[in-house]
C-alpha cells in the first residue's frame, strides 16, 4: 500500500512560492518545477479557500497589519537589511497597531519573575494586563489520575496540577483583547490553546533546560545534542 503523498515544506529545495529575486510586473513562477510533497500541487484548492477568508474585511485589515509589523521589524542599510526589534516590541506595536487595550498573560508558575516583568513594561505602555498562572485553583494532581511516584515533588508532596483550561478561562471571562502565552510545558499550552476564546500570541514556549530557547538544541544537533538525530531511545 503506498502511503498518500503529503505536504514537506521543510525538506523543499525550489521555494517557489517564495519567488525571491522577482520584481513587480515579472511573470508569475512557473509550477512545473514543483516537487511532489509541494502543497501548492496537493492541495491547490486549498489556497482559494484562504483567499475567500482574507476578502473578508476584518480579516484582511489584521493579515495587513500583521504584514506591516514584520516590514517594521526590519531596517533598511547601506549594506543590506537587519532586524531591529526584539519580540516585546513588536507585541506592544502590533497590540497598539490592532487598537488592543487589555492583554491576559498565562504564564507558567515558574516564570512567575518574568510574567511581572512582563506585566510592569505592558502596563508602562498603556496596557490593562491581568495574569493568571498555571497552578491557579490549586488542584491536586491526583485528580487528574497521577500517581504518587510520578509527582515531581516526591510521592509524600502535594503538587498542585498545572491547570491550563482554567487559565483560559480566566482570560476568557475578563474580556481580554488579547492573550500572551508565556511558557507554558508542552501539552498544557495545547490546552490553552484549545479553550482559548480570544485571539492569542506566544511570547515565549517552555524549555527548562535550554533557558527557554528549544532552538538551541535544533543549532547543536550536530554536535553536543546529536542524539536527537540519531533517534532517542
Known sequence: MV??????????????CENRGAKMGDNPPTQEKLPGFCPMKLMPGVFSEAAAEYEKPAVQEFARLAS?????????LSDGIRPKLPRIEELIQFARKCGYRRL???????????????TDILENNGFDVISVQCKAGCVPKESIGIKPEEKIAGPDNWESMCNPIAQAMIINNAQVDL??????????????????AVPLT???VKDRLMAHNPLAALYLSDSYYRRLRNGIR
Open 179 to 196: 492573550a500572551v502565552m508565556l511558557g507554558l510545558c508542552i501539552g498544557h499550552d495545547t490546552l490553552f490553546i484549545k479553550y482559548c
Open 3 to 16: 502511503d498518500k503523498q503529503m505536504p514537506k515544506c521543510a525538506r523543499c529545495t525550489v521555494r517557489i
Open 104 to 118: 491576559g498573560i498565562a504564564h507558567c508558575a515558574g516564570l512567575i519573575k518574568e510574567a511581572g516583568v512582563l
Open 68 to 76: 506591516v509589523q514584520e516590514f517594521q521589524c526590519y531596517e533598511r
Open 202 to 204: 506566544v511570547l515565549a
